[in-house]
C-alpha cells in the first residue's frame, strides 16, 4: 500500500508540474499523453496527501496558489529529472552514428588519435570523423566541438572531463649526435650541447624544460641553436641529429624502437601534465561521444610509459 501511495504522489507532482507550467489541464494532459480527467484525478489526490489547495480554479482559468507557487518549481525539477532518466536511457539503447567533432593539439592528433580512427569507424560505421588540429585551444562550446582532447587538466564550468593518462616528457637526441658529442650525466650538462626547443604558438614563450634531479623538480630553458613552433618540428630536427630535445614519451616510442632516438636523461623525465577529454554537458548522453570516450581510455591505456 505504502509503494501504490508513493506512486500516485509521484504521478501527481508530474501532472501539477506540467499544468502548473503550461495554465490547463487540458495543455498538461496532451504534453503527458494522458486525459485530462485523469490530471485532474491526479492533482486532486496529490491536494489531498498534500493538505494543501495548488491551484486557484475558475471556468475560464488555472492559477497557481502561493502555496503551489513555492511547491511548483520543485515538481518541475522532479520532471525534468525524469524526463532526463528517460533521455539517457533511450541514448544508451541508440547506436552512435551522425558526425563527430574532435579537436586535439597537432602531436595528439597525428600520435594518439588518428590511428586509432579505423578501428574506431570499423566499430561504429555510422560515425563519420570531423578531426581539428590546431595548437591553440578552442571555443569547445562556441565551435560545437563535441570532444577535445588536451594537455593538462583545464577547468570549465561548462564541460565535464576525463583524465586518460599521465604524460612522460623526456630528453630524446639521435644516436649519431650522442655518438658525436658524448651522453650528458646530469641536468647541468645540456648546456654544453646542442638543444632544439619550442616556442609556443599561443604565448611566444619558449618550453622550459623540467627534470627531477636530487629527489626535486627544476626547469631550465637552454640557449637552443634551432627554436621551432611545432612539436613536430622538434621530432625532426631531433632524428635528424640537430641535437637533445624534450619530447613526450608516447610520441617517441616509435622513433625509438626503430633506432632513431634514444632517451637521455632517463632517470631525471618528468610526469607534469595528463591527457584529458573534455566535452559539453550538453553531449553527455551523445551515443557517439561515449562510444568515442571509451575508445579513448582504451587507447591511452596501451600508451608507452
Request: net charge positive; glycine share 8%.
Amino acid at each position: 500500500m505504502t509503494e501504490r501511495i508513493a506512486i500516485d504522489r509521484l504521478t501527481g507532482l508530474f501532472a501539477f508540474a506540467r499544468a502548473g507550467s503550461l495554465g490547463s489541464y487540458t495543455a498538461a494532459a496532451q504534453s503527458l499523453g494522458v486525459s485530462p480527467s485523469a490530471v485532474s484525478k491526479s492533482i486532486q489526490r496529490l491536494e489531498q496527501q498534500l493538505g494543501l489547495a495548488l491551484f486557484t480554479r475558475t471556468t475560464r482559468s488555472l492559477t497557481l496558489t502561493a502555496e503551489g507557487r513555492d511547491l511548483h518549481q520543485r515538481a518541475l525539477r522532479l520532471l525534468r529529472d525524469a524526463e532526463e532518466i528517460e533521455q539517457v536511457a533511450t541514448a544508451a539503447r541508440a547506436e552512435p552514428s551522425g558526425t563527430l567533432r574532435i579537436a586535439a593539439s597537432l602531436p595528439i592528433g597525428l600520435h594518439l588519435i588518428a590511428p586509432g580512427l579505423p578501428a574506431f569507424r570499423a566499430a561504429h560505421p555510422r560515425v563519420a570523423i570531423d578531426l581539428r588540429l590546431d595548437d591553440h585551444l578552442v571555443d569547445i562550446v562556441g565551435q560545437g566541438i563535441d570532444i577535445a582532447v588536451r594537455l593538462g587538466d583545464l577547468a570549465d564550468s561548462r564541460l565535464l572531463s576525463r583524465r586518460l593518462a599521465p604524460l612522460r616528457l623526456c630528453a630524446f637526441a639521435a644516436p649519431s649526435y650522442l655518438a658525436a658529442r658524448g651522453v650528458p650525466r646530469h641536468p647541468d650538462e645540456i648546456a654544453a650541447h646542442d638543444t632544439v626547443n619550442l616556442r609556443f604558438q599561443s604565448t611566444g614563450q619558449l618550453f622550459r624544460w623540467p627534470f627531477r634531479t636530487g629527489g626535486r623538480e627544476i626547469e631550465i630553458v637552454p640557449s637552443s641553436g634551432v627554436i621551432v613552433d611545432a612539436s613536430e618540428a622538434v621530432i625532426a630536427t631531433v632524428i635528424a641529429g640537430g641535437g637533445i630535445g624534450i619530447i613526450a614519451s608516447f610520441i617517441a616510442a616509435p622513433h625509438v624502437a626503430r633506432g632513431a632516438l634514444v632517451p637521455v636523461l632517463e632517470d631525471c623525465a618528468v610526469e607534469r601534465h595528463g591527457i584529458s577529454a573534455l566535452w559539453p554537458e550538453s553531449r553527455r548522453s551523445n551515443p557517439a561521444v561515449r562510444a568515442f570516450l571509451d575508445h579513448l581510455q582504451t587507447a591511452t591505456r596501451a600508451l608507452p610509459a
